[in-house]
């Protein structure tokens, strides 16, 4: 009896130490199993976007920066953009990118570059675009990972609204102000030549910056092209001026005058916009406003119909002279 407890305490001792090397060896396992991935730290990092904040309905340069910092190389490393509403990589343009083996030295680290466009209703502030990255270890299996950045979106323009403030035969004044939402800097109003209007001295006048809501006035001595004016017209040719006149003011009068406005927006880009304003039937005509021309024109017409009337009025009376003078001599 005493032979059989002692093989049974050595039979449970034996299992024991099964037990125990079964355990250590299963947590020897486990933890290579986990130190494998982790033996390889790929890192993503966004470096820049240019520019600094991407415009709706433009495109926008993204920079990302990959690198190992474990202490295993990773291979057949591929990095990939996922673009997603409001970004967009145009047809034809390689979403993924093969980079090879990455090791742990600096010098394996990849830049990588996208260009991507903008919708243009995106909405102002932070976007999220996300990025994916896969490798293997050792030839076994393929690792992925994602990550996600912002990229900051804002519309750096603005806009105008022009009206003509005043129109004299010598001068225009032109009220121009700021609609839009940004500030515009170092503003300058310009009238670009064109077939309709010819712009005596300059054609540009300086606005400094201007503010959302903020408006100023530019004065120009603007002159439409072609029209008769009432020096040269004789007495044989007024018909054919009247014709001129009536349609010189249905044409050049009826014609928008083109006006341009260049800026620096908030991100430094200089920008040009074109705006038209109509100038009516009161602008002047080689000097002389429409107004005073019609009125010109009628003054002459009421003095030389007014004179007519005087002369056959004093033809009437001497006439009348004449007849009773010969009707006296008659009777004597």
């Known amino acids: 009896m005493g032979k059989f407890r002692k093989e049974d305490e050595k039979m449970k001792q034996i299992l024991v130490l099964l037990v ?45 920066k990959i690198e190992n910092q474990g202490t295993k190389p990773a291979g057949n490393v591929v990095f990939e953009l996922l673009p997603e509403y409001p970004f967009s990589l145009d047809p034809g343009s390689n979403a993924t990118k093969e980079l090879g083996t990455i090791t ?8 990588v570059k996208y260009k991507v466009k903008v919708d243009k209703d995106a909405v102002k502030g932070d976007n999220e675009i996300t990025v994916r ?35 004299t035969s010598a001068s225009t004044t032109l009220a121009i102000a700021n609609i839009g939402a940004n500030i515009a800097y170092s503003a300058i109003v310009k009238i670009p030549e064109q077939e309709a209007f010819r712009v005596t001295g300059t054609s540009a006048n300086i606005m400094g910056n201007l503010d959302t809501g903020e408006y100023t006035l530019a ?38 005058l ?17 705006k038209e304003v109509r100038l009516d039937a009161g602008f002047g005509v080689n000097g002389t406003s429409f107004g005073q021309a019609r009125t010109t ?12 009337y005087i002369v056959i009025g004093v033809v009437g009376i001497i006439a009348v002279i004449v007849f009773f003078k010969f009707r006296n001599r008659a009777k004597k």
Not at 134 to 160: L, M
Not at 232 to 255: C, D, I, K, L, Y
């Open 133 to 167: 990255y896969t490798y293997g270890i050792g030839g076994f299996g393929n690792f992925y990972a994602t990550d996600k950045f912002n990229v900051s979106v804002s519309d750096p323009r603005t806009d105008f609204d022009v009206i003509v403030q005043d129109s």
């Open 297 to 308: 024109q009628t003054g002459q017409s009421l003095l030389s119909n007014g004179l007519l």
């Open 20 to 64: 125990v090397a079964g355990l250590l060896l299963a947590s020897v396992a486990k933890s290579e199993y986990i130190a494998a991935p982790s033996a390889v730290a790929l890192k993503t990092t966004f470096v820049n976007q240019d520019p600094y904040s991407a415009e709706p309905g433009g495109y926008v340069n993204l920079l990302f």
């Open 104 to 111: 742990t030295t600096n010098e394996d680290a990849y830049l």
């Open 219 to 256: 004065s120009f001595q603007i002159t439409p092209v072609g029209g008769a004016t009432n020096a040269t017209m004789g007495r044989e040719n007024a018909t054919a001026f009247r014709g001129s006149m009536n349609a010189t003011m249905s044409g050049v009068a009826g014609r928008n």
């Open 258 to 274: 083109s006006v341009e406005i260049s800026y620096t927006d908030t991100l430094g880009i200089r920008r040009t916009i074109e």
